[in-house]
């Protein structure tokens, strides 16, 4: 099993996830991250860690949400790793619970 990050990431992207990732599985889009799903180790230090709850067991991703383990998977292969804290967007605050953000996601 793996973690995927879900809806509520895009366009608030905060790396607090990141910072505590053992495996540095996080990777790094213009207003998203995701998490490679064959280097996640289940850990699940990362969930608590999402301020804005954006990620989930891969067993647990709420309805409506479930593109996301795909997209998670492929977008890993294509953008960079990220390792270390980043400032979030300053506007993050603005989209933090904005339903049904997947039309936002930039590739």
């Known amino acids: 099993m793996t973690f995927i990050v879900g809806d509520n990431c895009i366009k608030c992207k905060h790396t607090d996830c990141v910072e505590v990732c053992p495996v540095d599985c996080f990777y790094e889009g213009p207003n998203f991250l ?3 799903p ?3 180790i ?3 230090l990362c969930e608590p860690e999402c301020p804005v709850d954006a990620i989930f067991a891969e067993d ?4 409506g949400q479930e ?3 795909k ?3 492929e977008l890993a292969e294509i953008w960079p790793n ?3 804290q980043i400032a979030p967007p300053s506007d993050a605050a603005e989209w933090n619970g904005v339903k049904g953000k997947l ?3 930039e590739r």
């Open 103 to 105: 039309q936002y996601l």
């Open 60 to 63: 647990e991703v709420p309805e």
């Open 67 to 69: 593109i996301f383990a």
């Open 82 to 84: 990220i390792t270390e």
């Open 34 to 36: 995701v998490i490679h």
């Open 71 to 73: 997209l998670n998977g």
């Open 38 to 40: 064959d280097e996640c």
């Open 42 to 44: 289940d850990c699940a």
